[in-house]
């Protein structure tokens, strides 16, 4: 197979449109992608035509939604190599995260280690914080190397027979950084912890398998993946799940309800209370079946590509500083640009139509490990083209020149 971005991007309605009376050079996909016309008529026709609530109904609206609904599941398992009963919908990949650390927390004790990384969203931190704060946990974070990369050495030193847990992205979505994920979980597993991977930027970008890796938890979104909002993917072992106590309480997630006691459903319904994000799982599954369509492998390609054009077009910038160079990075672009604030950048980026994120991306300790308060990222996807990498280059010249 191969790659036609003339096709691909086509598909979604949205990049036709202008900003400021400029083509949309949309370069904000690892904040969120957009959605291809299959995305967004999938849904259109499920509420149209076959909405209902799911599982409980026994009426012919209520057989279709739940088929498609638990269809969707079957095709986020067979995204990772996983299981049906190893998925968990849940609001987002950051409920994910926050699922299994409430679990896990429950039998970790003062003085037990979490190892993180310093290149870690928020969502991959904040919840092993509460555990620290609420259980007397420690955490470790493993310190990443000036070019972006992972000081794997560094994460090796900072396990024990402490270590509880280790939770690790599998791509920054800062850095662009890819990790040896399949070697951190032996390691980890080796110390006995529990690992967890934070695959929300990995998933878009490569083929993951769970299988392979070997690990405990995989998390993901559907929002970078071509698909809706408001839905997350928990990937756990099906003995990991069925050790997990209860998230939340409510309806769909009980086995018997009495006045004086409460049985708990399997997983993964164990973990899914109340009604479920219906029409974004089959909008997910979608996504899913038109992105199987494509050449992984040549999506893939293009993207790097294109992220080699524009380091390329801006390497003899001297106003220009790229955090994060690692090699085999993916296509994430995060920079500074002398005298101004990342804020301003990517405001008047904005005017010549060019969309970029601009902050700490959620992840704070990172930017203070590399001396920054904020940069700004343009992120690239299947639908960006090499004109649209030049239009970038271009656009960010003429606003240095607002600085200079």
Same mark, same amino acid.
């Given at each position: 197979?191969?790659?036609d /971005?003339?096709?691909a991007?086509a %598909?979604?309605?949205?990049l036709s449109? +202008? /900003?400021?009376g400029k ?5 904000d996909s690892?904040?969120?992608? +957009?959605k291809p ?5 999938t849904m259109?026709?499920?509420? !149209? #035509? ?5 599982h409980?109904?026994l009426?012919?609206?209520?057989n279709?939604? #739940?088929?498609?609904? %638990?269809?969707?599941r079957i095709?986020?398992a067979?995204?990772i190599?996983?299981d049906p009963?190893?998925?968990? *919908?849940?609001?987002?990949a950051t !409920?994910a995260?926050?699922?299994v650390?409430?679990?896990?927390? +429950?039998?970790?004790n003062?003085?037990?280690e979490?190892l ?6 928020h969502a991959n931190?904040?919840? *092993?914080?509460?555990?620290?704060e609420r259980?007397?946990v420690?955490?470790? $974070?493993?310190p990443v190397?000036e ?10 030193n900072l396990?024990?027979?402490r270590?509880?847990?280790?939770? =690790? ?5 800062v ?18 912890a ?5 695959g929300c930027q990995a998933? &878009?970008?490569?083929?993951v398998?769970?299988t392979?890796?070997?690990?405990d938890?995989?998390? =993901?979104?559907s ?10 993917v928990?990937y756990?072992?099906?003995e @990991? ?10 309806? %769909?997630?009980?086995?018997t309800?009495?006045l004086d006691?409460?049985?708990y ?6 973990? !899914?209370?109340g009604?479920p994000?219906i ?5 997910f599954?979608?996504?899913?079946d038109w992105?199987?369509g494509?050449?992984r492998?040549?999506i893939a390609?293009?993207e790097?590509?294109?992220y080699? @054009? ?8 001297? *106003?220009l500083k790229?955090i994060? +160079?690692a090699?085999?990075?993916?296509a994430?672009?995060a $920079?500074?640009v ?9 405001q008047i980026?904005d ?9 700490t ?6 930017m ?7 940069s700004a ?8 083209? &090499?004109? !649209?990498?030049?239009a =970038?280059i271009?656009a960010? #010249? ?5 600085f200079?």
């Amino acid at each position: 197979m191969s790659f036609d /971005v003339a096709a691909a991007r086509a %598909e979604f309605p949205i990049l036709s449109r +202008q /900003v400021h009376g400029k083509p949309l050079v949309y370069l904000d996909s690892a904040a969120s992608a +957009q959605k291809p016309r299959a995305v967004i008529e999938t849904m259109t026709r499920a509420m !149209e #035509t076959s909405y209902s609530n799911v599982h409980r109904g026994l009426h012919t609206l209520a057989n279709e939604t #739940t088929e498609a609904y %638990e269809a969707a599941r079957i095709k986020a398992a067979g995204l990772i190599n996983a299981d049906p009963a190893e998925i968990v *919908w849940t609001k987002g990949a950051t !409920e994910a995260i926050n699922l299994v650390a409430a679990g896990l927390g +429950q039998s970790l004790n003062a003085g037990d280690e979490i190892l993180l990384t310093e290149m870690e969203h928020h969502a991959n931190i904040v919840p *092993w914080h509460f555990l620290r704060e609420r259980r007397g946990v420690v955490l470790r $974070f493993a310190p990443v190397l000036e070019d972006g990369r992972l000081d794997v050495d560094g994460f090796r030193n900072l396990l024990s027979n402490r270590t509880k847990v280790a939770a =690790f992205t599998h791509m920054s979505n800062v850095l662009g950084t890819v990790n040896p994920v399949a070697a951190l979980v032996a390691m980890a597993k080796a110390a006995g912890a529990v690992t967890l991977i934070d695959g929300c930027q990995a998933i &878009v970008h490569g083929r993951v398998d769970v299988t392979a890796l070997d690990c405990d938890f995989y998390v =993901f979104s559907s929002h970078k993946l071509y698909g809706p909002t408001g839905l997350g993917v928990l990937y756990g072992k099906a003995e @990991r799940l069925a050790a997990l106590p209860p998230y939340q309480g409510g309806g %769909e997630m009980i086995g018997t309800v009495t006045l004086d006691a409460i049985t708990y459903a399997d997983p993964p319904h164990r973990f !899914e209370a109340g009604t479920p994000p219906i029409l974004e799982a089959i909008g997910f599954g979608a996504a899913i079946d038109w992105l199987g369509g494509l050449d992984r492998e040549a999506i893939a390609a293009h993207e790097a590509a294109l992220y080699a @054009r524009i380091a390329d077009g801006l390497s003899g910038a001297n *106003w220009l500083k790229v955090i994060g +160079q690692a090699p085999g990075k993916g296509a994430i672009f995060a $920079f500074t640009v002398d005298g101004a604030h990342a804020h301003d950048v990517a405001q008047i980026l904005d005017r010549y139509g060019v969309a970029v994120r601009a902050g700490t991306h959620c992840a704070e300790p990172l930017m203070r490990r590399f001396g920054v308060t904020s940069s700004a990222r343009a992120s690239f996807a299947l639908y960006n083209t &090499v004109e !649209e990498a030049d239009a =970038f280059i271009d656009a960010l #010249t003429r606003t240095q020149a607002f600085f200079a």
